[in-house]
T-cell receptor, first 112, second 112 residues
């Protein structure tokens, strides 16, 4: 069973701080990695995807991928109360027919 | 208008009733998906379709069936609804180049 693991949280950070969200995956052959944000009762929306080892930055968001250690992380700089949501990590594992496997999500709370 | 549209958005029904959730998309994607989301359990794949003639079971297909009426339409049916099928259901399409999933707004189903 290919798995994606996330700490369920809640992760609480003060406004303006850096929020660090982590995700580990079991399948070493995984190739594509995604971070989705989901507000309560709403649909997930893509924040970033990353395919290669290293960092990928987009505005206040940075995704970090380390395939050797099988983890992917998301950093949110200058966190805002509007960032309060559940963050879902998803992975396309080898042999999954391209289907995304989702973690259960980490709930982030940014306190003003 | 949303690129991926789900109807109904909310439905309350009784045990034993047949329910259909409909999904239509304007993104032109071949691949479509149905997910179920329960609190604390993340997104679980019910069925997926690579094109009109290619439909596949996901990890939790028991009790569900699907129909791909056209490239743009993918419906999910519960032949005889039971209370533990109470959940939030999402339809999604996939961009083959990036792997990104695009979600509909969700259909909240309550089975009494």
């Amino acid at each position: 069973q290919k798995e994606v693991e996330q700490n369920s949280g809640p992760l609480s950070v003060p406004e303006g701080a850096i929020a660090s969200l982590n995700c580990t995956y079991s399948d070493r052959g995984s190739q594509s990695f995604f971070w989705y944000r989901q507000y309560s009762g709403k649909s997930p929306e893509l924040i970033m995807f990353i395919y290669s080892n290293g960092d990928k930055e987009d505005g206040r968001f940075t995704a970090q991928l380390n395939k050797a250690s099988q983890y992917v992380s998301l950093l949110i700089r200058d966190s805002q109360p509007s960032d309060s949501a559940t963050y879902l990590c998803a992975v396309i594992a080898a042999g999954s027919q391209g289907n995304l496997i989702f973690g259960k999500g980490t709930k982030l709370s940014v306190k003003p | 208008d949303a690129d991926v549209t789900q109807t109904p958005r909310n439905r309350i029904t009784k045990t034993g009733k047949r329910i259909m959730l409909e999904c239509s998309q304007t993104k032109g994607h071949d691949r479509m998906y149905w997910y179920r989301q329960d609190p604390g359990l993340g997104l679980q794949l019910i069925y997926y379709s690579f094109d009109v003639k290619d439909i596949n079971k996901g990890e939790i297909s028991d009790g569900y069936s699907v129909s791909r009426q056209a490239q743009a339409k993918f419906s999910l049916s519960l032949e005889s609804a039971i209370p533990n099928q109470t959940a939030l259901y999402f339809c999604a399409t996939k961009d083959l180049y990036t792997g990104e999933l695009f979600f509909g707004e969700g259909s909240r189903l309550t089975v009494l």
